[in-house]
């Protein structure tokens, strides 16, 4: 500032001994005195240092403590949210990277399991305030009955009247890939609610069976996903809640039993038989084992013999082996009802075809099952199911997953579905933690937060797509 005032003077004393006239003169140094004026101005201004502030544009929006500010990309019409916790800067700069990818506090992320499943049980004692989802586009055109359980998941009611979709308690609305249409949504959009992309179908059955290219639900900005997929943000698994409670734990005596109802040895449960690209080389498969000569009953449509749901637990359990074979080849984590439910449930090995191995591991009872691509040909697998038909003592190894404690079943605590949503809406979003992507040391979703904490998908095509097995689409 110093420096800048002794310019200022040489420059009027330059002014006053030059040729020009006396009012030139005068307006020129007053021109000159203005200009230093501002120049010390700025310059104190830079030496205190100025508030660096986010670019902003839009309305806020408060949900508990957090406030949602509306940017907007050069390469997008469509805004998205960025969290910013009242009373403390956002490092959240680029909303394409979702929402909580800044730093978040670790507080809750470094408490131990027995910490945080207090902290659940104190914060659904309290979570009485009902919430409501609301399922805006249909699976298949059904409205089945939904209800959850409070106690576990928190008051919660899940309904399909539309006109609810303006009521302030309306924290969730769910859209079913099946039934999204651009003009069919909910206008104008309220940022203070999770809007939640739903599919339990592969990736292949969307983009190759049904040349869905997804674009128009990237360009809508879906902030959740509930799909069979494990790094979903709300896990839709097939896997029944019940099945470890209900299924594991057991005496030893269990094997005796088991063993007392097997009078058949294999069975196939197939009605898909071709639609998909998997289901026409799974029927394929299937046939061949049969032209070797395994002994299998089939039923279903694509065996001419059909079977009721009420029909299958008992038949099912008849059975040695179930073959638990997918319509899709190595889509991530696609694993249906017929591994958890038909097999596992009705205490038949289910010989595993689809999935990847690791894929069936992250989810099934340790050394429950048997992977068909572990055998170099058909006639090998065949061999070693005759080898486990002859020697009780090895198939019943198959079922020591029946002894062991529910809490050795991957994903065990882990909520699923609408309960896990409710649990979302009431701030309680410990199910995080089992994602393959969570990151204890800096998680992207804090296990607890004060109201809905929204999350955002990038790119529900790179996701959905482009993370899946290359050869989940061939």
Partial sequence: MVIIGVFGCIKMTRIAESGLNPTCK???????LVISILEIYYVSKLERGPAVQPYRSGPQHSIGDYTFEMTMESDTELST?????????SSLSNPREGIGNGTVKPSHSQLNESQIEAEISRRLAAATDKKIILIWSLAFGNKDAHSENPKICGNCEITYDRSLISDERTGAAVFHFDSIRGNDMPTPRNLNQLHIFWDMESSATLK???????????????????????????????QSASL??????????????????????????????GYTNGARVRLAKIKELIRLGLKMDGFGNCFNKKISWKQVPETVAKYKFYF??????????????????????????????????KDYEKIAPPGSFIFAEDFDTPQKLIDYLSFLDKNDTEYV????????????????????????????????????????????????????SDGIYPRVVPSLIKWFYGEDNPECFH
């Fill in 397 to 448: 190894n198959y079922f020591k997953w029946l002894t062991m404690k529910p809490e050795m079943l991957p994903q065990y605590k882990r909520i699923r579905g609408f309960c896990a949503i409710c649990r979302a809406l009431h701030g309680i979003n410990a199910d995080e933690r089992f994602s393959p992507k969570f990151d204890r040391s800096n998680p992207s979703v804090p296990l607890f």
């Fill in 324 to 357: 638990s074979f997918e319509n899709s080849y190595h889509c991530k984590d696609y694993v249906t009802e017929k591994f958890f439910n038909n097999a596992l449930r009705n205490h038949a090995v289910p010989v595993v075809w689809g999935a990847t191995k």
């Fill in 81 to 89: 949210p960025v969290l910013q916790q009242s009373g403390e800067a």
């Fill in 208 to 238: 190759v069976a049904r040349r869905l290219s997804l674009s128009f639900e990237d360009s809508y900005k879906f902030n959740a996903t509930m799909t069979h997929r494990l790094d979903s943000a709300f896990l839709a698994s097939y």
């Fill in 244 to 273: 470890a409670d209900s299924q594991m734990g057991k005496n030893v005596s269990i094997y005796e039993d088991v063993l007392s109802r097997k009078s058949k040895f294999a069975i196939a449960m197939i009605s898909n038989c």
């Fill in 26 to 32: 005068r307006t020129a140094i007053l021109a000159v």
